[in-house]
């Protein structure tokens, strides 16, 4: 209960600040990039289609982003693996 | 040695003709020869702002149509020694200035002025890239706000790639208060996304605004802390070291006010 008014008296603690350059650092990412939304889906049947010729992947869970880190962007794909492919030996 | 500056911004309501009527009148307080150009053709707005809407006669597009001299269009501040304006057409659209126009137009100006400081449209089209096409310096206006600063990269990114290489930020309505509660990102935070230099920072003060109800830019204001804040930006450009001033109004208002009580 204490803890509950504490909190309702209290200002949010991260502010409205930290989300307000989380979310304008997410933007910018892809302005600079010049990455549209439609760009990633596209990339993203493709990975999927090429991936899927070796191992059976979780498609549904599949992450494709561009992520900042320091000063560079990366491609950041978190592709679940169900299963891999025996691959017949030649 | 003359300088071409062109002050843009992006989105628009962030400042940049407030921000260009400042600098102009700062520089000439301090001895120089300035000419303003008004850009935003069709939404003339500098001439308002340094009060100076009652004297046009004729406007950038007669410049550019040879319906006049370059010099019955530009028009004398009374105040300032050394200020002039070109003001822009109200009724004409933003196609009637090509770029070639304002090179030439530039270059004329060069021989005249030390500094020709060009107010850009809002937006990324036509009239923008008129706009900076005769520029070598420019200067981004951006406030503490996620749109604005969003368009603030998108025209950095524009501008160097027009060869318009290192140009600084001006973050105008800075609230103090706001920033120290953490609901407003900080000066750093604001360079930090941008990646450029800052040139300025301009407190949000409601004298700006008195300011510009009267057609008296604050810069002439030896009062105000936006006024200083201007005065400051104008030494940076004259390329004086100058440090970011402290921008809390309240610690200075107790001061002043201790100071009548007699506490200090």
Redesign the interface.
Known sequence: MLDFITRLFS?ES?????I??E???L??VH??ANVSPQLLQLLRADLIQVISNYMEIDEENLDVSLEKYEDQVALVANIPVKRMKRVASS | MSEVIVVTSGKGGVGKTTVTANIGCGLAMMGHKVALIDADTGLRNLDVVLGLENRIVYDLTDVIAGNCRLRQALIKDKRYEGLHLLPTAQTKDKSAVQPEHMISLSEELRDLFDYVILDCPAGIEQGFKSAIAAAEKAIVVTTP??AA??DA??VI?LLESSGLNDPKVIINRMRTKM?D??????IE?ILD?LGIELLGVIPDDEQIIVGTNRGEPIVGNDESLSGKAFRNIVMRILGEPVPLLNLEPNQGFFLKLKKIIGFK
């Open positions: 200002r991260p502010g409205s600040k930290s307000a350059k979310r304008l650092r933007v910018l302005d600079r | 706000e996620v600063i969003r990269d998108r990114g920033v509660r953490g609901d407003m990102m900080s935070d996304i």
